[in-house]
C-alpha cells in the first residue's frame, strides 16, 4: 500500500496567484517566455530565470540562484506557507472537460518496491540534471501525475471538499480554469491519507523523470545527511498529483518521417502490406477510430492502415500501436533503430480530432516531412497493464492531461 503525506504547502495568495502561476516552462515559445518576463515581475518564471541565464556559467551557481529567489519571493509575501495540507486541484477544459486530482507527497521508497509503477523508460541526462537541481533548489513546484483505478471512497472524500469555495481560482488566456480546495482539518486529512492508502498501487501518468530524479536526490540527502535518518524527513517524499484512470485524458502522440529510407512511396506501400490492411481513402481528411487504426498521410493522399492479426500476438506490447509501428514499420522498412536520437523522426501531440490530422498534412504538405501518422489514444488500462508486466512503451507513446500549473502549491524540500 503506497503512502501518502499532507505537506506544508507554499502557494501565491490569492492576490497574487494570477500573476504567479505559469504553465510548465516547456509549454511556453521563446516569443511567449520573452513576453511574460518581461511583463509578469511576479510571476513563477523569475524565481527559475536563472536556469536559462547564459551569463551564468555553473550550473550549481544557476539553481542555487533559484533558491534565492524562491526565499525572496516568500519574504516579499508574495508566496505564503499554509500548516499541512492535502490539495484538491481540479482544471476545466474550454470545451467543458473536467479532471480533478488530490495534491499531497508520495513516498520514494514505494516508488523503489513498485508500489508506484511506471511504464516509460527514462533518459539519463534528463534525470542528473533535473537532480542536479534539486540538490541545490530543493523545492518541487510541478508535481508528478500519478493515476488510480477507481475508488469510490477516494472520490467522495474529494467531491465533499470540492463543495465549499475554492482558496485559489486561476484562468489561461484561452480559457482553461484552474481551481484549488485546500484540506487541513484533521478528520478530513485522515480520511484522505487512509483511502489513499488502501490502494494497491499508483501509476505514473506523466512525469518519469521528474521521480527518477527525486529517488536520485533522496539518495544524495541520505547519504549526505549529517544526523541519523529516520525516513520520515521531507527529502524522502515528492510531490505528486493523484487523478483517477476515470479522469484522466490521454491524447494521441502521433509520428512525422523526413524521408522513406531510400524507398519510393509505391515501394513504401508495398512493405507495409504484410503487416497492416491498407484502404486508400484519397483526399478524404481520416482521424483514427479505434485501436489498431492507424491514418497515414503520404504523397497527397490519406490512407487507413489496420493491423493485422498476424502482429496481436505479444501480451501488453501488441495493445499498442506505436509498439507496433516501431517494431514493424520504423525499425525494419525506415531503419530508424533508435527513435529516441534519429533526426529523421519528430513526435506531435495530437487533438483526438480532425484539427491535429489536419496539423500533420500541413507539415507535409509544406514538405518539412515526406509522410505523416496519426494514432487512436492509448487506452488508461494498456498503460496500466504495461506498468503491471514490468515492460515499458516506445517514447511519446501518450500525450497526458491535465498538464498542472508551476507554482499552485510548492513543496519545499527543507521544511
Given at each position: 500500500?503506497?503512502?501518502?503525506?499532507?505537506?506544508?504547502?507554499?502557494?501565491?495568495?490569492?492576490?497574487?496567484?494570477?500573476?504567479?502561476?505559469?504553465?510548465?516552462?516547456?509549454?511556453?515559445?521563446?516569443?511567449?517566455?520573452?513576453?511574460?518576463?518581461?511583463?509578469?515581475?511576479?510571476?513563477?518564471?523569475?524565481?527559475?530565470?536563472?536556469?536559462?541565464?547564459?551569463?551564468?556559467?555553473?550550473?550549481?551557481?544557476?539553481?542555487?540562484?533559484?533558491?534565492?529567489?524562491?526565499?525572496?519571493?516568500?519574504?516579499?509575501?508574495?508566496?505564503?506557507?499554509?500548516?499541512?495540507?492535502?490539495?484538491?486541484?481540479?482544471?476545466?477544459?474550454?470545451?467543458?472537460?473536467?479532471?480533478?486530482?488530490?495534491?499531497?507527497?508520495?513516498?520514494?521508497?514505494?516508488?523503489?518496491?513498485?508500489?508506484?509503477?511506471?511504464?516509460?523508460?527514462?533518459?539519463?541526462?534528463?534525470?542528473?540534471?533535473?537532480?542536479?537541481?534539486?540538490?541545490?533548489?530543493?523545492?518541487?513546484?510541478?508535481?508528478?501525475?500519478?493515476?488510480?483505478?477507481?475508488?469510490?471512497?477516494?472520490?467522495?472524500?474529494?467531491?465533499?471538499?470540492?463543495?465549499?469555495?475554492?482558496?485559489?481560482?486561476?484562468?489561461?488566456?484561452?480559457?482553461?480554469?484552474?481551481?484549488?480546495?485546500?484540506?487541513?482539518?484533521?478528520?478530513?486529512?485522515?480520511?484522505?491519507?487512509d483511502?489513499?492508502?488502501k490502494?494497491?498501487?499508483?501509476?505514473?501518468?506523466?512525469?518519469?523523470?521528474?521521480?527518477?530524479?527525486?529517488?536520485?536526490?533522496?539518495?544524495?540527502?541520505?547519504?549526505?545527511?549529517?544526523?541519523?535518518?529516520?525516513?520520515?524527513?521531507?527529502?524522502?517524499?515528492?510531490?505528486?498529483?493523484?487523478?483517477?484512470?476515470?479522469?484522466?485524458?490521454?491524447?494521441?502522440?502521433?509520428?512525422?518521417?523526413?524521408?522513406?529510407?531510400?524507398?519510393?512511396?509505391?515501394?513504401?506501400?508495398?512493405?507495409?502490406?504484410?503487416?497492416?490492411?491498407?484502404?486508400?481513402?484519397?483526399?478524404?481528411?481520416?482521424?483514427?477510430t479505434?485501436?489498431?487504426?492507424i491514418?497515414?498521410?503520404?504523397?497527397?493522399?490519406?490512407?487507413?492502415?489496420?493491423?493485422?492479426?498476424?502482429?496481436?500476438?505479444?501480451?501488453?506490447?501488441?495493445?499498442?500501436?506505436?509498439?507496433?509501428?516501431e517494431?514493424?514499420?520504423?525499425?525494419?522498412?525506415?531503419?530508424?533503430?533508435?527513435?529516441?536520437?534519429?533526426?529523421?523522426?519528430?513526435?506531435?501531440?495530437?487533438?483526438?480530432?480532425r484539427?491535429?490530422?489536419?496539423?500533420l498534412?500541413?507539415?507535409?504538405?509544406?514538405?518539412?516531412?515526406?509522410?505523416?501518422?496519426?494514432?487512436?489514444?492509448?487506452?488508461?488500462?494498456?498503460?496500466?497493464l504495461?506498468?503491471?508486466?514490468?515492460?515499458?512503451?516506445?517514447?511519446?507513446?501518450?500525450?497526458?492531461?491535465?498538464?498542472?500549473?508551476?507554482?499552485?502549491?510548492?513543496?519545499?524540500?527543507?521544511?
Amino acid at each position: 500500500m503506497p503512502q501518502f503525506k499532507p505537506f506544508k504547502g507554499i502557494r501565491p495568495t490569492e492576490e497574487t496567484s494570477q500573476e504567479f502561476v505559469t504553465l510548465a516552462v516547456n509549454q511556453y515559445s521563446k516569443e511567449e517566455l520573452d513576453y511574460y518576463i518581461n511583463n509578469r515581475e511576479n510571476s513563477f518564471l523569475h524565481i527559475i530565470l536563472p536556469t536559462w541565464d547564459e551569463t551564468i556559467q555553473d550550473p550549481k551557481e544557476k539553481f542555487r540562484k533559484v533558491r534565492e529567489n524562491f526565499e525572496d519571493f516568500i519574504s516579499k509575501k508574495i508566496l505564503t506557507q499554509d500548516k499541512s495540507s492535502f490539495y484538491i486541484y481540479q482544471v476545466i477544459q474550454p470545451d467543458g472537460r473536467e479532471t480533478k486530482g488530490l495534491l499531497g507527497l508520495v513516498n520514494i521508497d514505494d516508488y523503489r518496491q513498485n508500489k508506484i509503477k511506471k511504464h516509460e523508460e527514462t533518459l539519463e541526462r534528463r534525470v542528473e540534471l533535473f537532480a542536479d537541481y534539486l540538490k541545490e533548489s530543493h523545492f518541487h513546484a510541478e508535481p508528478v501525475l500519478l493515476t488510480y483505478k477507481p475508488a469510490q471512497r477516494v472520490d467522495l472524500l474529494i467531491d465533499t471538499e470540492m463543495k465549499r469555495k475554492p482558496i485559489l481560482k486561476i484562468e489561461e488566456e484561452n480559457g482553461t480554469q484552474h481551481l484549488l480546495w485546500r484540506v487541513d482539518n484533521r478528520l478530513n486529512l485522515k480520511q484522505l491519507k487512509d483511502s489513499i492508502e488502501k490502494l494497491d498501487e499508483l501509476y505514473i501518468a506523466d512525469g518519469h523523470h521528474r521521480m527518477e530524479s527525486s529517488e536520485r536526490y533522496t539518495k544524495f540527502a541520505v547519504e549526505n545527511s549529517k544526523d541519523e535518518v529516520y525516513g520520515d524527513e521531507a527529502f524522502n517524499y515528492t510531490l505528486a498529483l493523484l487523478v483517477s484512470n476515470e479522469d484522466l485524458i490521454i491524447n494521441d502522440y502521433n509520428r512525422l518521417i523526413k524521408d522513406l529510407n531510400g524507398l519510393t512511396p509505391e515501394a513504401f506501400l508495398t512493405a507495409l502490406e504484410a503487416d497492416f490492411e491498407i484502404i486508400p481513402k484519397g483526399d478524404e481528411l481520416v482521424v483514427p477510430t479505434k485501436k489498431h487504426h492507424i491514418v497515414m498521410y503520404l504523397d497527397g493522399q490519406y490512407y487507413s492502415l489496420y493491423v493485422k492479426n498476424n502482429l496481436l500476438t505479444t501480451e501488453g506490447l501488441s495493445e499498442l500501436d506505436t509498439y507496433i509501428f516501431e517494431e514493424n514499420v520504423m525499425k525494419p522498412i525506415l531503419n530508424i533503430q533508435d527513435s529516441k536520437k534519429d533526426k529523421r523522426i519528430h513526435y506531435e501531440c495530437g487533438t483526438r480530432n480532425r484539427e491535429g490530422v489536419e496539423a500533420l498534412k500541413n507539415k507535409v504538405d509544406h514538405h518539412d516531412y515526406i509522410a505523416a501518422f496519426a494514432f487512436y489514444p492509448v487506452d488508461v488500462k494498456d498503460l496500466q497493464l504495461i506498468a503491471d508486466l514490468g515492460l515499458k512503451m516506445p517514447p511519446k507513446s501518450t500525450y497526458i492531461e491535465p498538464k498542472p500549473l508551476s507554482g499552485f502549491a510548492v513543496f519545499d524540500l527543507k521544511e
